[in-house]
Every structure is written in C-alpha cells, then in structure tokens.
C-alpha cells in the first residue's frame, strides 16, 4: 500500500500514544517515532520526514527549541505542535517560529488525523477541485456563442479566463494553463471581429460603453462633484490579470469596485493615454493643440508631454475649474520614492493625478534583454514580475497613506499589453511608423486574417499622418515584420509583450475604485 506520508511524531510520553499511532497507520501514513527533541532531529536529518508532530513540554530540549532547531534542517517542514496549554503567549511564540497549526491535549487520533490531512492534503483536495470546476466551467465558456456578444459580456468572459489562469497557475497545473491560454486566442479572434465591427460607430457616438476619453468623465468628474478628495492613478500598461491578482493586497487597505473601459485604438501610450487626459479623440486632439501633431511627426520622444495641459482644460470644459489639481508623472523607483517622502504635502489637495510607468517600462525593456525574456517570459511571469513589485513598492506606500487620509483612489491604465508569437509581413512605403502592433504609413499591405487595415482614418477619429496615409492595427497575437532585417526582429520581439493593437488584454481596461477601510 502506498503512504499518504511519512510522519515523525516528537513526545516524551510517545509509549501513550500507541493507540493513535495505530490509528494513523491504518490511515495509511508512515509514523516515526521519538520521545526527545534531539533524536527527532536526527530522524528529521536522516529520514524524508513530511511532517513532525511535536509536544511542548519535554525535558531537556523543549517544543519551541526543537521547532527553532528543526527549522535549521528543513525550513519548509510543517510542524503541529501538541501541547496542554493554552496560554496566548506560548502560542504567539510558536506562531513567530512558523509552526503550522496546534492541538490541546488530550487529543483524540480522529482529532490528529484530521489535523494531519488538512496540512499534507488540503493542496491536492483543492487542486482536484479546482480542476473539476475549471473542466465545468471550460465546457460552458467553450460552448458560448460569441458573435452576439456585447462589449459587457466581452468583459465579463474575459474575468472568467483571467480568473481561471490565476487560479491554475498558483495550483501549477500547466496543462490546464494552456487551455486557458488556448481558449483566450480563440476569443481573441471573434474580439478583434466584434471591433472591427463596432468601434468605428463607437467612436462616433454618445451612446457607447466607456473609453479611453470618457473615463475622467465617468469616474472622476461624479466624485469631485461630491468634494470627495481624489487620487487618478493611471499605471500605464496594466494588465486586468495583473490588477486581479494584486488585489489580495489591496484588500487588506481598501474596499476594491471593479469596472472597466475600453481603449482607444491605437493601444498605444501616445493616442490611448492623451485620450484620457485630454477626453479627446486624436483627430479633435489635434486640431485642438497642433503641437501635438508636430511633435509626433518630429519623432520627438516627448509624445505625452502636454498631459497636464490637457488636463486641466479638461476639468475646464467639465466646470470644475475649481478643483485643486497636482499632476506628477514617475518614471523611475527613486522619483517615486522621492514622491512617497513628499506625500503629506499634497494631502489636500483635492485631484492627484498620477502617472506610474514601471508595467510598460518592464514590457519594453523585457523585449530589448534576453535575461528579461527568460525571467517574464509569458502571462504568469509577467503577472508575478508586476505583483513582486508593487508588494514591495513605494507605490503602495503612498496608496495606504493616501487610503488613510481620506483619499478616494481611481486606479487605471492607458492599455494593457499582449504576448506576441506570430510575425507577419508587411509591405509599406519607407516612411511607415515603427510599430510593432500597430503602423501608419501609405500603402499598407498584410495579411488581412492577421490585421485590421484602417483605409480612412477618420472612420476610427485618427488624423492622416500624411497624403493617403492608412493604419494597420495587429489582431491575435502577431506582430509585423518588414521584408529586410526579418530574421533580426522575428529573434527579438516573437513572446515579447507588445501594445498597439487589438486584443482583449490590450482594450479591456480595469478601472479599480479604491476606498480605505
């Protein structure tokens, strides 16, 4: 018969507990035996011990020193402690030492065996479960007819398959994963046909779900309506998976309100994140501020360098001129620390608009180093790179001190961003934007499975950059090649993370509403 586990149990009366550990056999667990705490040790060194019982009170070397000892052997060894008391500082001791769970004595063995189990098989009884429920549920989402789907239910299928892969990936089943991963290209596909579709009336009309322009509109502009102290944090980048999976975090500081709104095409920082300073589309953009245009034609790199501009004019045309605004964009981790130790200065101020590059900063630079690549080389990594980070981070400092001072946090981004695996070609004249999932330029030509060609831009509210000039949006997961060089960026971009285009995690934005507790 095989173990269900190799167990040393530590206790200086262990000849009373022949009973139990009979018991336990019969369970089918392997049970070692010691009646001091230096003989466990030895057992611990010696024998693939999966997890120790032992009892506080023992002569010579007590519970606590052979838990702080054992430690030093095996520190992911969990260990019940067994003991008669019941004293809050014995137990706050053992909980600093890592100890696992407690039993009073006397204990009963179904008392043990269940402490037993729920420490050696809790993690597969909830991964056979999670299993189970992810297959149910698999069999629903792949059934869905996708094609009448509205803007919402997009939304609402894309949180079921960001919640599955999180859910799969902390249970390691990779797998399951990659039908997850599978299923996400396919809905990515009937996606980019329900944009194609519907955007360009979008764009045009009042009667729309929330985008990129309307989000100060939406969720800002009601709660300055209500002298509610507000911070707009836009991190650009951010992924709904990676907002879903910081929010364990979140939830120990805030009350979290989870809504959305969809990105402006291009998913590009440029177009998507002026839009949502500006609340306008980049053709109005523009005509509106001229600079605008002339800067991105230059190829300066300063493309949202007017946002605080934008900004304000917006709260303007809002008729909340009134409103104390201080706008601060952090590009590197010693501005933002730089921030966190300034943070009581701006405590009253009544709209701290924040701009927090890290996420996109970490994608570009994770396709321009191979050791990058190799480290956040897929959606998991990506996801776990992204919440290491803000666990650890002066951003969170200054969100909880924020949360705590009476401040409302409207967290956001400007576009998420998509791991890329298939390059395709693309014939275009010499002076064709650069982009990797999006161009603009005269004579666009690609695979039309592959991309959307914008053939009058103003159909998408986007200006002619030039005589005949049309856009070329990437769908699915490729990116564009051009014909010299191709070897050269197929090696550099294929399963980087790229934006631009179309695709789920590039449009459906979280718009997370935050209120301390």
Not at 56 to 70: A, E, F, H, S, V
Not at 302 to 329: A, C, M, T, V
């Amino acid at each position: 018969m095989k173990t269900r586990g190799k167990i040393l149990w530590v206790d200086d009366e262990i000849e009373h507990l022949k009973p139990h550990i009979l018991f336990l056999e019969e369970k089918g667990f392997e049970i070692e035996t010691a009646s001091n705490g230096v003989d466990g040790l030895n057992l611990v060194k010696n024998r693939d011990i999966q997890l120790a019982l032992i009892d506080q009170y023992m002569p010579g070397m007590d519970g606590i020193d052979t838990l702080r000892k054992l430690k030093l052997i095996d520190l992911a060894l969990p260990v019940i402690m067994v003991t008669k008391s019941e004293e809050e500082s014995l137990m706050n001791e053992a909980i600093s030492e890592k100890v696992t769970q407690f039993l009073i004595k006397p204990v009963n063995p179904s008392q043990v065996f269940m402490a037993i189990k729920q420490v050696l098989e809790s993690g597969q009884i909830q991964e056979e479960k999670t299993t189970r429920d992810f297959l149910k549920e698999y069999q629903k989402i792949s059934r869905i007819q996708k094609d009448q789907f509205t803007v919402e239910e997009w939304w609402d299928l894309y949180q079921q398959l960001v919640y599955w892969q999180l859910e799969l990936d902390d249970h390691n089943e990779p797998g399951f994963q990659s039908i997850v991963n599978e299923e996400i290209q396919t809905c990515n596909r009937e996606f980019s046909r329900f944009i194609e579709k519907v955007y360009p009336g979008w764009i045009k009309s009042d009667n729309r779900p929330p985008m990129s322009i309307d989000v100060v509109e939406r969720f800002v502009r009601p709660e300055l309506e209500i002298e509610q102290k507000i911070c707009f944090l836009v991190m650009d980048c951010l992924r709904s998976d990676q907002l879903m999976a910081m929010l364990p975090t979140l939830s120990l500081y805030f009350n979290v309100d989870i809504h959305f709104h969809v990105s402006i095409l291009p998913t590009a920082t440029p177009y998507s994140r002026n839009a949502i300073f500006s609340g306008l589309c980049f053709d109005d953009l523009i005509k509106k501020y001229p600079e605008q245009l002339a800067t991105m034609k230059s190829g300066d790199s300063g493309l949202n360098q007017y946002e605080e501009i934008y900004f304000r004019d917006l709260l303007d045309r809002n008729n909340l001129s009134h409103i104390g605004l201080h706008y601060h964009k952090i590009w590197s981790a010693e501005h933002g620390t730089k921030f966190k130790n300034r943070i009581s200065e701006f405590s009253n101020i009544d709209l701290l608009a924040v701009v927090v590059n890290f996420v996109d900063q970490l994608a570009h630079k994770q396709s321009e180093s191979s050791v990058l690549k190799e480290m956040v080389g897929d959606e998991s990594a990506f996801c776990r790179a992204v919440v290491s980070w803000f666990n650890n981070s002066w951003l969170l400092d200054i969100m909880k001190y924020l949360g705590e001072n009476g401040y409302r946090i409207i967290l956001t981004s400007d576009h998420g961003s998509i791991c890329v695996h298939k390059g395709v070609m693309v014939k275009a004249d010499k002076n064709t934007s650069t982009g990797v999932r999006y161009k603009v330029g005269r004579n666009l030509n690609c695979d039309e499975k592959l991309s959307v060609k914008v053939h009058k831009p103003s159909d998408y509210k986007l200006p002619e950059m030039g005589h005949q000039s049309n856009y070329l949006f990437a769908k699915d997961s490729a990116f564009f090649l051009y014909p010299n060089q191709m070897k050269k960026y197929q090696n550099t971009i294929k399963d980087s993370f790229q934006h631009g285009g179309i695709s789920m995690e590039e449009m459906l934005i979280p718009v997370a509403i935050l209120e301390g507790k």
